[in-house]
T-cell receptor, first 114, second 109 residues
């Protein structure tokens, strides 16, 4: 079955450590996104990529980095520069060049930094 | 960042009742999307709307794309206990999506 796989489901890190969240999709989607979800707030865009080897900063990119070396994969690194990294992180994807292609989400990674 | 105004924030209803929620924005969107999210899980797409005035159903769910392109509503008919969760809207303009803060629905059996 096609879908978006995020791993791990739960991640615990000590403050000061970088951590990488995985996102893989087998939907042949061109565009991939990373969002952060905090209680009581709407999803906020961290980074997005419309094509391999290209990505753009979203609204809250500071303290995060991404890469897009393969169409299927869009890993997110939460660096020690991110002031408040504890959150629920969601990866999403869609067809970029197909009209009326909605955004689909993975099941999320909950990151806790202590 | 920009967010959509989604209401109500939460609602408790009896099983079998109909539910209505809506999203409004000061911006125009090309697409409106409605999602349901269970605790600790990713959002699941319920309905996608692509044209102003469009009315679309998915089982007991019905959603409409406002004629001004600045609002949308979602109705759930004859609610059941498994409808519990957080529902949120999203407006799309090109690559960018703006999300509502969600409506938390609780269904009392």
């Amino acid at each position: 079955d096609g879908g978006i796989t995020q791993s791990p489901k739960y991640l615990f890190r000590k403050e000061g450590q970088n951590v990488t969240l995985s996102c893989e999709q087998n939907l042949n989607h061109d565009a991939m996104y990373w969002y952060r979800q905090d209680p009581g707030q709407g999803l906020r865009l961290i980074y997005y990529s419309q094509i391999v080897n290209d990505f753009q900063k979203g609204d809250i990119a500071e303290g995060y980095s991404v890469s897009r070396e393969k169409k299927e994969s869009f890993p997110l690194t939460v660096t020690s520069a991110q002031k408040n990294p504890t959150a629920f992180y969601l990866c999403a994807s869609r067809h970029e060049w197909v009209e009326d292609s909605p955004l689909h989400f993975g099941n999320g990674t909950r990151l806790t930094v202590t | 960042g920009q967010q959509l105004n989604q209401s109500p924030q939460s609602m408790f209803i009896q099983e079998g009742e109909d539910v209505s929620m809506n999203c409004t924005s000061s911006s125009i969107f090309n697409t409106w999307l409605w999602y349901k999210q269970d605790p600790g899980e990713g959002p699941v797409l319920l309905i996608a709307l692509y044209k102003a005035g469009e009315l679309t159903s998915n089982g007991r769910l019905t959603a409409q794309f406002g004629i001004t392109r600045k609002d949308s509503f979602l109705n759930i008919s004859a609610s059941i206990p498994s409808d519990v969760g957080i529902y949120f809207c999203a407006g799309q303009l090109y690559y960018k999506y703006i999300f509502g803060t969600g409506t938390r629905l609780k269904v009392l059996a």
